[in-house]
DNA sequence: TAGAAAATTAACTTGACAGTAAAAATAGGA
DNA sequence: TCCTATTTTTACTGTCAAGTTAATTTTCTA
């Protein structure tokens, strides 16, 4: 049973996998079922056997997604370092995790048109609880008077749009690795929150 | 002669707005051309008289958006304020023209999957051209040591994604202005260039 | 190893929408 | 007012992809 059901989990996945991979490079309209499944050797009706419809297989990509986001910044939540250091590892992580699949994230762009409201509400969520992570660390860092005050949801939002940004700009031409563009940007978003050196010596 | 042509030209841009406008909801496959007649009060065969197809009629829509942001930067470039200033009138400039149009430009984001790359071409001249504003911008202000140095393409890439990600969480709900939150972003964002007030004290 | 349950396929239906073409309406000048 | 250009509409075709269904194959288990 429990093995059964394993392999259905390890089938679905696959395909969700697979959509992942596809959708990022049409579009939601632009891909069809049937390409999904080709490119899995399998035929359109194996994709419906697991997954209802088209939208069903599309969500079940967005909450993939989401959730390995959000398993990497409380990683990096539960660390014992500096407010600036937690905030600097999540701007890396989710830059290089974005690089890596991208793709899937560019479907998030208008999810109103795709799904039904019941997704969206889940979506949103999700996507609530992650920004809800930066708000944490830009707030304490203010409380520890290590960054400015700020509005802290504007913060959050250039934060997190220069950084879904990327996929938009970033050529993988060996100018510049994902790891050194992560970092680099890291640095130039603390510099908006981050009070300088300077005022120490004041 | 020269007003029927006008005439023409005329109809054309009314048709372009509102395939902007309803490209913008919908996006590219989820919007008929069908729809935008309708919403015009005209049919799907007078859109057609006017456009040659549906790509050609987003194409249009692309330049015409394009062309009246690089028209609005080039009016900032010209007058003679420092540079920060100009970088900030910049950016508010751009922010306050895409919650306005807030909808065609969500749009750019995956041209390949849309455009011949001869349209390609033009769309990223365009865009490029708009993008070394802003790079000319930072060199000047870098240069002037006003700014500190910079890998300026990817600092003006993180300027240009923190924008372009407005129009996926910014809310018209009078929490803020439109032209309120324009110049917050513009202050955050500054401060990832500019050099410290503190400084002058050393 | 028989036979049921699960998984896969092939062939089909359906609907939607891009694009077309010819007819109809509208204008504007002679 | 008639005649020709332009503009607009109507009704159509063709295609493509989503989703369905029944038949077929595979897998598992008793």
Known sequence: MSLKERKVAEKKEEIIRMAIHVLSE????????EEIATNLLMTKGTVYYYFKDKQELLYHSQIMLLNR???QIQEVKQQQIPVEEK??????????Y?????SGFEL???????FSSEQLAVIFKLRDTYGEFFDQMITEGIEENVFHA???KVVRNIILGAMNWVTQWYKEDGQKSRKELAEDIAVYLQRILIKQEE????
């Open 26 to 33: 049409k579009g939601y309209h632009g891909t069809t079922m």
């Open 69 to 71: 986001s959000l398993q």
């Open 87 to 96: 905030l600097k590892k999540s701007i890396i992580a989710h830059i290089e």
């Open 98 to 102: 974005l690089l890596e699949e991208r």
């Open 108 to 114: 998030m762009l208008k999810p109103e048109q795709i």
């Open 150 to 152: 700020a509005d802290v």
């Open 199 to 202: 005022n120490k010596w004041k």
